[in-house]
């Protein structure tokens, strides 16, 4: 994987390891010559990744919608920044250009990024790993909910399989260079 998109909050959260960690990611990112993909601020989980590959000679690429250039405060010193009009056209563009996706600790935003990558996966219209790096057990009762849907059979057990989970940022990533796309979900 050349670039690895990442979703995460425009706040920096309640716990000081959601930011020590988006730095050790980061660090990982530069170091392994990963370019960052991401929503393009400047401030929060989303600017700190940024910064961090940044000052370690990485490079980053953000997407951002006019909508959110102002409010989100623009990173003004990334390798590029993309404007687009919609939030819809952020996805897209940010689907189209990374190789892989992972969720840190944020909002419904950034959840509803990941649903839409993990939906998208299921059906067959991406085929690209995605993971859920679960700093602090943050994502602990997601993954429960997701268990919940299995039992409950709303949701395939191979479709659960679809996106990864670790506390462990480099074993998440060597998880998902294992990816193989599963098949096309049928009815």
């Known amino acids: 994987m050349k670039r690895i998109a990442v979703y995460c909050g425009s706040s920096l959260g309640a716990h000081e390891i959601y930011k020590e960690q988006a730095i050790a990611l980061g660090k990982f990112l530069a170091k392994n010559n990963i ?11 989303m600017g700190t990744i940024a910064d961090t590959i940044l000052s370690e000679g990485g490079e980053v690429i953000g ?10 405060i623009a990173h003004k010193g ?5 404007r687009v009009e919609t939030m819809h056209e952020r996805k897209a563009k940010m689907m ?7 969720a840190l600790p944020g909002g419904p935003g950034t959840l509803e990024e990941f649903f839409e990558v993990f939906t998208w996966n ?5 085929q690209k790993p995605c993971g859920v790096l679960n700093i602090n057990g943050y994502y602990n ?7 919940h849907m299995v039992r409950e059979k709303f949701l395939q057990e191979r479709s659960r399989n679809v996106f990864y989970v670790d506390d462990n940022y480099e074993q998440l990533i060597h998880k998902m260079l294992g990816f193989v796309a599963p098949a096309i979900k049928t009815y």
């Open 122 to 126: 299921q059906i067959g219209i991406l």
């Open 35 to 45: 370019t960052l993909i991401y929503g393009g601020a400047s401030v929060g989980i």
């Open 141 to 147: 009762k997601l993954i429960e909910l997701f268990d």
């Open 78 to 82: 990334l390798t590029q920044l993309i």
């Open 96 to 102: 189209e250009l990374a190789d892989g996706f992972i």
């Open 63 to 72: 997407v951002i919608p006019t909508l959110l250039e102002q409010r989100e």
